[in-house]
């Protein structure tokens, strides 16, 4: 394996339930696994989705987060360290912009992210950051989104935002484009990963 790309799906604010695979969040993100490992055939790229043991943020313990980390660490214990690049969606795009504080986590795509005042940038910088966002999101806020790119950027990360015209926080409306966009943007970040022996 040469490098990861580790998945994290939307949950809630706040909810201390067990996370399953059939939640409507989970469920979400199929289609986009599917879109990347289409786009990036490779066998020595691992696909992977972090299950949450709760399904809510759950103020600053901020559970998924938890998780993530966890999950990278399982990755490092199997793998060994190699280039990670995090895609998460709504609450998962909040945790993967957190746990992107693990050194081999090089890129990160958050999907409708939930970003809210205060988050900290400065674990992304020399890190590519790439957001996409429904301009008719009315769960996650686009603008929010934008400041939060604006911030990162000044931190010193390499931060792009693209607002998707028409764009649902489901990423139904416009759902192809979603999984087009998704699967080139994370084919393109793993192209800028050196390759052993480079």
Not at 20 to 32: E, G, I, L
Not at 34 to 48: E, G, I, T
Not at 55 to 65: E, I, K, L, S, T
Request: proline share 7%.
């Amino acid at each position: 394996v040469r490098a990861a790309v580790v998945f994290l799906h939307g949950g809630s604010v706040d909810s201390r339930a067990r996370s399953r695979s059939w939640h409507p969040a989970a469920v979400r993100m199929r289609p986009v696994v599917r879109a990347v490992a289409a786009a990036v055939p490779d066998a020595d790229v691992l696909l992977a989705e972090v299950r949450y043991r709760v399904r809510g943020w759950n103020g600053p313990d901020a559970d998924p987060v938890r998780d993530a980390q966890q999950a990278l660490r399982e990755l490092a214990a199997q793998v060994g360290e190699v280039p990670v690049v995090l895609v998460g969606h709504s609450m998962g795009g909040r945790a993967a912009l957190r746990a992107a504080v693990a050194p081999e986590v090089r890129a990160v795509l958050a999907l409708g992210p939930w970003c809210p005042d205060g988050e900290p940038v400065e674990q992304l910088r020399d890190k590519d950051v790439v957001v996409l966002h429904g301009d008719r999101d009315r769960i996650t806020d686009p603008a929010a989104s934008a400041a939060f790119v604006r911030r990162a950027d000044a931190a010193g990360a390499r931060a792009h935002l693209e607002l998707v015209k028409g764009g649902d926080h489901a990423m139904i409306r416009r759902g192809q484009y979603w999984h087009r966009t998704v699967a080139s943007t994370v084919a393109g970040l793993l192209a800028a990963v050196p390759r052993p022996g480079q």
